[in-house]
Nanobody
Framework: QVQVVESGGGLVQAGESLTLSCTAS????????MDWYRQAPGKVRELVAG???????KYADSVKGRFTISRDNAKNTVYLQMSSLKPEDAAVYYC??????????????WGQGTLVTVSS
């Protein structure tokens, strides 16, 4: 079993910053990729940022230059630093892990979601 727990959501004003974190635990052999997604009310879930092997990163165009994804491999943790937040960034943010778990299974694991609210 693999579990992920997110933290860091909250209410901020436009222009402020917020950092989300997500930590995986359980019978993990390796982590292939860590992503952050978000879903606003009435909208589909969208990829915000991802980080893979070799720390190669990818970002949605809407957050490039404002959000930074990073990882701490020793802690199985992924971070999303969000700056210059806009009201349109408000959403429930989900972390996603693609892992290899014992004994040798590929798993897609989602966090429970954390709410980010941005007031104008």
């Amino acid at each position: 079993q693999v579990q992920v727990v997110e933290s860091g959501g909250g209410l901020v004003q436009a222009g402020e910053s917020l950092t989300l974190s997500c930590t995986a635990s359980g019978s993990i052999l390796s982590i292939n990729a860590m992503d952050w997604y978000r879903q606003a009310p009435g909208k589909v879930r969208e990829l915000v940022a991802g980080i893979g092997s070799g720390d190669i990163t990818k970002y949605a165009d809407s957050v490039k230059g404002r959000f930074t994804i990073s990882r701490d491999n020793a802690k199985n943790t992924v971070y999303l630093q969000m700056s210059s937040l806009k009201p349109e960034d408000a959403a429930v943010y989900y972390c996603y892990y693609n892992v290899i778990a014992k004994p040798w299974r590929y798993l897609d694991v989602w966090g429970q979601g954390t709410l980010v609210t941005v007031s104008s």
